[in-house]
């Protein structure tokens, strides 16, 4: 891995433990454990560092969106990709919550578009919701933004996930029930 990438994955880091808020050179180059000087030489300034973490957001959302294709099922499957990808998700909660930006905001879209349609399909099937596909993506747009705002550091686990899951799951079924009747 070279200097400049370590540089970024550091930074990416600490942005989904710290906020982008809460971001400053000093911060970065103490964690990277370099200089100031060291780390204007590398990115220009601050600005210019963000715009390399939202690329490098982008390639691991296409490598996340991968691991979903080729899962099978939401539980256990994405349940265990989400948790192996965690960092990935806390970054996106982070540019969610800034996406008032139109640098975030277009971000924050591009990264969820490649999740949701790779997720789509194995969320219809699981909610049984075949017959309802509109429907299905804007629950799953809902959903992920509820998702977002839920999650922390220290609730984001395999149970927790599972147990969201598995309470949208439910909601699903009553409101499909609900509908019959």
Same mark, same amino acid.
């Given at each position: #891995?070279?200097? !400049?990438?370590?540089?970024?994955?550091?930074?990416?880091?600490?942005?989904? +433990?710290?906020?982008? +808020?809460?971001?400053?050179? +000093?911060l970065?180059?103490?964690?990277?454990?370099?200089?100031?000087? &060291?780390?204007?030489?590398?990115?220009?300034g601050?600005?210019?560092?963000? #715009?390399?973490?939202?690329?490098?957001?982008? !390639?691991?959302a296409? =490598? /996340?969106?991968?691991?979903?294709?080729? &899962?099978?099922?939401?539980?256990?499957?994405?349940?265990?990709?989400?948790i192996?990808?965690? +960092?990935d998700?806390?970054?996106?909660?982070? @540019? !969610?919550?800034?996406?008032?930006?139109?640098i975030?905001?277009?971000?924050? =879209?591009?990264?969820? =578009?490649? @999740?949701?349609?790779?997720?789509? =399909?194995?969320?219809?099937?699981? /909610?049984?919701?075949?017959?309802r596909?509109?429907?299905?993506?804007? /629950?799953?747009?809902?959903?992920?933004?509820?998702?977002? /705002?839920?999650?922390?550091?220290?609730?984001?686990?395999?149970?927790?996930?599972?147990?969201?899951?598995?309470?949208?799951?439910?909601?699903?079924?009553?409101?499909?029930? &609900?509908?019959?009747?």
């Open positions: #891995m070279t200097k !400049r990438l370590n540089r970024i994955n550091t930074g990416y880091n600490q942005i989904s +433990e710290i906020r982008f +808020e809460g971001l400053n050179v +000093e970065l180059a103490n964690r990277m454990s370099s200089s100031k000087s &060291s780390f204007y030489h590398y990115f220009g601050l600005d210019e560092f963000k #715009m390399e973490l939202f690329q490098h957001h982008l !390639r691991k296409e =490598e /996340l969106s991968q691991k979903i294709k080729e &899962s099978k099922s939401l539980i256990p499957d994405l349940v265990n990709i989400f192996l990808d965690r +960092e998700i806390l970054f996106h909660k982070q @540019v !969610r919550i800034f996406r008032e930006d139109k975030f905001r277009e971000c924050f =879209e591009k990264a969820y =578009e490649k @999740v949701e349609h790779a997720i789509l =399909e194995k969320w219809i099937n699981h /909610l049984a919701l075949q017959n596909p509109m429907f299905a993506k804007s /629950l799953l747009g809902l959903v992920s933004d509820n998702f977002l /705002l839920r999650i922390t550091n220290q609730s984001f686990n395999h149970a927790w996930l599972k147990d969201y899951i598995n309470e949208l799951s439910y909601l699903v079924a009553q409101m499909k029930t &609900s509908d019959e009747t």
